[in-house]
């Protein structure tokens, strides 16, 4: 009888592929090697096991005597028994092991068994650290392999991670001549999260080099990690020297929360001195979390703001805090500061509401001034309303003043819902 497929994935975090990354063979001899008359680095042919291990004289890497393997076959089933263990810490060793006795010519053979069986999308953390290790013994044949056999771009994007972190220029220039189209460059994204953790300022300069775009969404949540963890100083004066607009809202977004877990008053400040759309969008998420800390504190904050984006975006966090909390108290204080509230405002109020008193914030729904944003904030609150307590649901509407397309479709809707009950 076979082995389930049905495995717990393997719990390698950050520091678990760090320190298999440290253990893997060095760049082989022929990729260190200078660049040709063209200005490119040589690409070598695929490397024998033999050229590799050759290359990483002086390597911690050997074959554990404790891992023999006669053939594929008997590989693939220790494989399987590995990803089956039950105990998290003896699982991870065992799989450090595993990965470390593999020969340079058995990772693509490890690979193809583990994608195969399906092994992949249930351990993806114990997948991308065999594609780490393969990228530190033959990036090319690792690329290769990834290029022909995988769809997302999350194999390319791991090995280029693990090269750029040993051999800067040799990925960077795999990811620009493996590129095509004018449009960002989604292997770069690898490329800058490797950089991220050994050069943060060429994994910046990349990623300000390419163009608005997903990818350089994802470029940004890459290296914002890594600033983090310098302290919230080195994180803000970071941000601060993006040239970048757009880009530097998207890191000062990116950051607020985190910063605000931490001083939520001096992130609220820190807003306010950098205003711009970041500080906008981020405000509400700052007040929020300062609320649900100290909400006199959030509260008096607010009342110190001129009037504004900033303001109405403070208001916003507060009230979303106070409503998840006390759905009237929270409609007391909007009301006394109307003039700071916006559509975005009062729905959101809304929907925060919702689970504690539907009523109370389906009656702000009406002051949304957008006639399309507010016809649909009713269906969908009303709807949800109607199939989690019909009764008191349907109550509320006969009395409510709605629109008239509006009032249509709840019909209806109480139609469809009654006839169920019947």
């Known amino acids: 009888m076979k082995p389930s497929l049905m495995l717990p994935a393997v719990a390698i975090g950050a520091a678990t592929i760090a320190f298999i990354v440290g253990r893997m063979t060095a760049p082989s001899a022929s990729n260190a090697a200078g660049s040709g008359s063209d200005g490119i680095p040589p690409r070598p042919d695929r490397p024998t096991a033999a050229a590799v291990q050759e290359s990483a004289k002086g390597s911690t890497r050997s074959r554990p005597e404790a891992l023999p393997r006669v053939d594929r076959e008997s590989a693939a089933e220790e494989m399987v028994r590995i ?37 992949q999308t249930a351990n993806m953390e114990a997948y991308a650290l065999v594609l780490t290790a393969w990228a530190k013994v033959d990036p090319y044949a690792a690329l290769d392999y990834a290029k022909e056999n995988t769809g997302s771009p999350f194999a390319r994007n791991t090995i280029l991670a693990a090269w750029a972190q040993t051999d800067a220029e040799g990925a960077i220039l795999w990811a620009k001549t493996n590129h095509d189209g004018d449009g960002a460059n989604p292997w770069m994204v690898g490329v800058i999260k490797g950089l991220a953790t050994t050069d943060p300022t060429r994994a910046t300069q990349l990623m300000s080099e390419m163009p608005y775009s997903e990818e350089r969404g994802r470029a940004l949540a890459a290296i914002m990690p890594q600033m983090m963890a310098q302290g919230p100083d080195a994180a803000k004066a970071w941000i601060a020297g993006i040239t970048d607009e757009q880009l530097r809202d998207g890191a000062v977004r990116r950051a607020a929360e985190d910063l605000a877990r931490l001083d939520p008053a001096g992130t609220a400040d820190w807003l306010v001195a ?14 929020s979390i300062w609320a649900r800390e100290d909400e006199a504190a959030a509260q008096s904050y607010f009342q110190s703001l001129p009037s504004g984006d900033l303001r109405t975006s403070a208001l916003r966090g507060l009230t979303n805090q106070m409503a998840l909390e006390d759905p009237a108290a929270a ?10 509230a916006d559509d975005n405002v009062y729905r959101q109020f809304a929907w925060h509401s919702f689970s504690q008193d539907p009523a109370v914030g389906a009656d702000y729904i009406a002051m949304i001034q957008d006639p399309n944003d507010r016809d649909r904030t009713y269906r969908r609150m009303l709807d949800g309303w109607l199939r989690r307590d019909y009764d ?31």
Do not use: C
Request: net charge negative.
């Open 83 to 119: 990803l089956n263990g039950s105990d998290p810490l003896s699982r991870t060793q065992a799989w450090l092991d595993f990965v470390n006795s593999l020969g340079a010519d058995e990772f693509e053979a490890v690979i193809a068994d583990m994608r195969a069986k399906g092994l």
């Open 392 to 422: 008191a649901a349907s109550n509320w509407i006969s009395g409510a003043q709605l629109p008239e397309k509006v009032d249509g479709y709840l019909q209806r809707r109480m139609t469809e819902l009654g006839q169920r009950e019947n």
């Open 331 to 340: 409609a007391s204080f909007l009301d006394r500061h109307a003039a700071d």
């Open 274 to 287: 950098n205003p711009g759309n970041g500080a906008m969008r981020s405000m509400d998420d700052v007040i």
